[in-house]
């Protein structure tokens, strides 16, 4: 670790206040639209950082949403299992040469394992569980920024998705969103309001998001952007089980899924591109045919990537129809145990097929951890609804006593009284 880059910290507003003096930089992990994502060493602690760094033109607008996220992500309890933890904002300068830079802005953020696609490129094979951790880590972050703060991510892809190892080698990894420049902090259901530029990445925009790209966002005044998230999330896993990214048909231009543009998703059902979308899926059906579940998995797939985004499920649908999916994988491994337990009473040699079973009994353990991590950070929630409840009951109440209150004045009021009878 000789002669790595040491950076100057000339303001440091991160917390708990992090100790920088240590600190060095390692290697640029990834060039972005953004800038650059370095990865840090403290030298002292040998704990690792990834800082990103803005380039100096970057729209202030996409820090602000990005700063503004992360920390209100800080305030929630466990939000470091589905999100990579940020420490805050660090104004620094670096060597450039033998000179010092100018100051540059960066947010330091817990250094993350890889991307998926990162990961995926390292896994020959992904288990039938392993992707139900993926989809629901993917599923449980969108949900949390839903239910938390009314905030659709919008730029769901594989490069903006990380890894972390597990802790314990039979646990499965966490996987958890990133990079928040293009969130929408939404003050009515999802919708996505007249004048909104449409960013993100072409490739995996929903219908409506693409027609809108298209067509201009003057048309696009009640989109459901959560749905919109819904179907980023069905194109990503369906190339993490293909492991390519799909190839949508390009028109002369090299513009993909330019047929989109004419075909307004909130009023067509079909989708100029469904049935390329139906032949990846079979594709997927055929590489985890036999899997307990697999059909429930392939239509909730399915009804992800719906060209109307009306027929698309919820987060919280996507999130329990998960769960019925691992419960019927459980009852089929029990059944499967029980016919083991009966061989092994006829006096077979089964431990192999023993242990293959309790190896899948294991990685059903991690996702059901998982699990039980996502009802505490949805229980804040919870609390807010209670105290909305029990607001929404006061005027309730109030109303109720202004309109009999309003009742007793027009009985008491003749000319209110003839008003009234005119009036039928
Ligand atoms: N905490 C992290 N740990 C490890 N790698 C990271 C981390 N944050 C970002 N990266 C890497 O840097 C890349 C770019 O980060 P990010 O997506 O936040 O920046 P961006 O400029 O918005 O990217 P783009 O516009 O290309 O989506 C990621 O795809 C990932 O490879
Ligand atoms: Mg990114």
């Given at each position: 670790m000789d002669n790595l880059n040491k950076i100057v910290i000339r303001a440091n507003k991160t917390d708990p206040l992090v100790d920088l003096d240590f600190i060095r930089k390692v290697k640029i992990l990834n060039h972005g639209s953004f800038g650059e994502v370095w990865f840090l060493i403290d030298e002292k602690s040998s704990k690792e950082y990834a800082l990103k760094v803005f380039r100096e033109n970057c729209e202030p607008e996409k820090i602000e949403k990005e700063v503004d996220l992360n920390k209100k992500l800080s305030?929630?309890?466990?939000?470091h299992d589905y999100f990579v933890f940020c420490y805050g904002e660090l104004i620094f300068s670096d060597f450039e040469g033998p000179d010092l830079s100018e100051d540059k802005l960066g947010l330091l953020f817990e250094k993350a394992d890889g991307t998926l696609t990162k990961y995926l490129a390292k896994k020959p094979i992904l288990s039938f569980d392993e992707l139900l951790n993926i989809v629901k880590c993917i599923n449980d972050g969108l949900l949390i920024l839903q239910q938390n703060f009314q905030c659709s991510h919008l730029d769901i892809k594989p490069s903006n998705i990380v890894f972390q190892k597990p802790i314990e080698k039979d646990d499965l990894p966490k996987f958890k969103l990133i990079d928040y420049g293009e969130t929408l902090f939404i003050k009515s259901i999802g919708t996505l309001a007249k004048g909104i530029t449409i960013a993100g990445t072409p490739h995996y925009f929903s219908p409506e998001i693409n027609f809108a790209y298209f067509n201009g966002t003057?048309?696009?005044?009640?989109?459901n952007t959560y749905k919109s998230d819904a179907y980023s999330m069905g194109l990503t896993i369906i190339e993490t089980i293909l492991k390519r990214k799909i190839k949508f048909p390009k028109n002369q231009k090299g513009e993909?899924?330019?047929?989109?543009?004419?075909?307004?998703p909130r009023s067509v059902e079909?989708?100029?591109?469904d049935n390329f979308i139906g032949e990846l899926i079979e594709e997927i059906k055929g590489q985890y045919q036999g899997e307990a579940g697999i059909n429930d998995f392939i239509e909730l797939i399915g009804e992800m990537l719906?060209?109307?985004?009306?027929?698309r499920p919820s987060f919280v649908e996507i999130e329990l129809r998960i769960r019925k999916i691992l419960e019927v994988e459980k009852k089929d491994l029990d059944r499967k145990v029980r016919l083991l337990e009966n061989m092994k009473e006829g006096g077979e040699n089964v431990e192999e097929l023993k242990q293959e079973v309790e190896k899948l009994y294991d990685e059903k353990d991690g996702l059901v951890k998982n699990l039980d991590d996502l009802k505490e950070a949805l229980s804040q929630k919870e609390e807010n609804e209670q105290k909305f409840k029990r607001k929404y009951e006061k005027i309730k109440l109030e109303n109720q006593i202004l309109l009999e209150n309003i009742k007793e004045i027009k009985k008491n009021d003749p000319k209110e009284e003839t008003k009234e009878e005119r009036s039928f």
């Open positions: 305030t929630l309890k466990n939000s003057d048309t696009t005044n009640a989109i993909e899924r330019f047929d989109e543009k004419i075909h307004d079909m989708g100029p591109y719906k060209y109307n985004y009306n027929k």
